[in-house]
């Protein structure tokens, strides 16, 4: 029997196989908390609305249940070295990506942060790359867009 997991702000209570339920706490979320060693935290990914609506403007074409969709974010996670832009931070954490996806879709959760590009006008789209700010919920059109650098690999 596969685990069940109801989302909490920061915490899976995981319903296992001896029906015993387990909190799980993302240790990247929850500072302080160290990580479970017997369950892989990872596995956990929020899908809503606004991972969905991220995941169909990048064109996403992968099927539409859950555990492809989580597959899909946690390969996408792998690639992402979270530790560069945060130190403190684990390299790979599909949480924090769903979470960045969520909160660039979402208008008002934007709006609450006076720091959020959308305040400051077309300057701050101008600085966006091109490829990104096309997905943007809130850009706007008149803004010249840079490119993002070409990535040998």
């Not at 099927?63 to 899909?72: D, L, M």
């Not at 684990?90 to 959308?118: E, G, H, T, W």
């Not at 840079?146 to 990535?151: S, T």
Request: charged fraction near 25%.
């Amino acid at each position: 029997m596969a685990p069940r997991a109801a989302l909490r702000p920061s915490i899976f209570v995981i319903v296992g196989p001896s029906n015993f339920p387990v909190t799980l706490r993302n240790p990247d979320v929850t500072p302080g908390v160290a990580a479970r060693r017997d369950l892989d935290w990872r596995h956990f990914v929020v899908i809503d609305s606004n991972t969905d609506a991220f995941l169909a403007s990048i064109g996403y074409r992968g099927s539409g249940t859950y555990e492809a969709r989580r597959r899909f974010l946690r390969a996408l996670s792998e690639r992402i070295d979270l530790k560069q832009m945060r130190p403190g931070l684990r390299r790979d954490n599909p949480r924090i990506v769903q979470q960045a996806m969520y909160l660039f879709m979402s208008i008002a959760n934007r709006r609450a942060i006076p720091k959020d590009c959308m305040h400051v006008g077309p300057g701050a789209c101008a600085r966006c790359p091109k490829e990104l700010a096309r997905y943007c919920p809130v850009r706007q059109d008149d803004a010249p867009r840079r490119r993002l650098p070409v990535v040998e690999g």
